[in-house]
Nanobody
Framework: QVQLVESGGGLVQPGGSPRLSCGAS????????MGWPRQPPWKQRELVAT???????NYVDSVKGRFTISRDNAKNTVYLQMNSLKPEDTAVYYC?????????????WGQGTQVTVSS
């Protein structure tokens, strides 16, 4: 089992640069990839960024050049640095982890943190 806890959301002005954190606990050695999906209001959920346990990253086009995902393996924490925020970045941001065990994989989710971009 893996437990994920996000922090760092809130009300941010356009152009702001908050950083989200996701702390993992439990069977963290089984985690292969972690990511930040988000759920905008009235829109479909989208996967914003992912990072593998080797440090390979991927981003959705809408955040490339503005968001950076990183991980501190010693702290079992993944970060999402968000820069130049826009109102359309408003969403509930979740932390997601995929753990690989022998013969199967398991996904885990955090509780989500609201990010609202508004002046």
């Amino acid at each position: 089992q893996v437990q994920l806890v996000e922090s760092g959301g809130g009300l941010v002005q356009p152009g702001g640069s908050p950083r989200l954190s996701c702390g993992a606990s439990g069977s963290t050695s089984t985690i292969h990839v972690m990511g930040w999906p988000r759920q905008p209001p009235w829109k479909q959920r989208e996967l914003v960024a992912t990072i593998t346990n080797r440090g390979n990253t991927n981003y959705v086009d809408s955040v490339k050049g503005r968001f950076t995902i990183s991980r501190d393996n010693a702290k079992n924490t993944v970060y999402l640095q968000m820069n130049s925020l826009k109102p359309e970045d408003t969403a509930v941001y979740y932390c997601n982890a995929v753990a690989i065990m022998t013969g199967y994989s398991q996904g885990y989710w955090g509780q989500g943190t609201q990010v609202t971009v508004s002046s």
